[in-house]
């Protein structure tokens, strides 16, 4: 079956502008995830949605990240007015039921730039 | 501060060389998992270990949680080329309340030189 995708795979803007980042999970997986992943680094989480209940947003790093998973399915990661320490990897990845030991499906990543 | 603290940062070995990489943190995990991830893409998840002590082996991959659940290893044995790549351990912090949260290291880049 088709895994997690995400759109587009690149994306490269000027500083000041928003972007959109979409992420498609594996279909009847109810916990989504967002991450950011600097070259070669670990990821930092930025967001978790779990079926129905109200978001974790404790990792989006400013008032200008917000994401939103509409139906329970897609998820769009919003960047208002884009800093070039924005720059990286947008990981997204979905899981079965959002438990820890769960394994998480991750896709292959939208990579930013905001020169 | 690092929630999680992965070494080396950086690991160039030759085939053949074994290797060990380390996770280790000041909190107790309920569970921890160890993901691989190659340029260009997504990590994958090798295994989750979720009791005090436990050890998995995966072909020449051996993990193990330790004992008060704060630590963990991944030995490589007789590395090869294909081995090489991003290692990422991951793991629940325990009593948290957020389930299903994960908190990564920074990862271990290993090279494998034929």
């Known amino acids: 079956g088709a895994g997690v995708s995400q759109s587009p795979s690149n994306k490269v803007t000027e500083k000041g502008k928003d972007v959109e980042l979409r992420c498609d999970p594996i279909?009847?997986?109810?916990?989504l995830y967002w991450y950011r992943q600097s070259l070669g680094q670990g990821l930092e989480f930025l967001i978790y949605f779990q079926g129905n209940s109200a978001p974790d947003k404790s990792g989006l790093p400013s008032d200008r990240f917000s994401a939103e998973r509409t139906g329970g399915s897609v998820s769009t990661l919003t960047i208002q007015r884009t800093q070039q320490e924005d720059s990286a990897v947008y990981l997204c990845?979905?899981?079965?039921?959002?438990?820890?030991?769960?394994?998480?499906?991750f896709g292959p990543g939208t990579r930013l730039t905001v020169l | 501060t690092q929630l999680l603290e992965q070494s080396p940062q950086f690991l160039s070995i030759q085939e053949g060389e074994n290797l060990t990489v380390y996770c280790n943190s000041s909190s107790v995990f309920s569970s921890l998992q160890w993901y691989r991830q190659e340029p260009g893409e997504g990590p994958v998840l090798l295994v989750t270990v979720v009791t005090g002590g436990e050890v998995k082996k995966l072909k020449r991959l051996t993990f193990q949680f330790g004992d008060a659940r704060k630590d963990s290893s991944l030995h490589i044995t007789a590395a090869q080329p294909g081995d090489t790549g991003l290692y990422l351990c991951a793991g629940e912090k325990a009593g948290g309340t957020s389930y299903g949260k994960l908190t990564f290291g920074q990862g271990t880049i290993l090279t494998v030189h034929p």
């Open positions: 279909s009847g997986h109810t916990a």
């Open positions: 990845a979905s899981s079965p039921q959002g438990l820890a030991y769960n394994e998480q499906f």
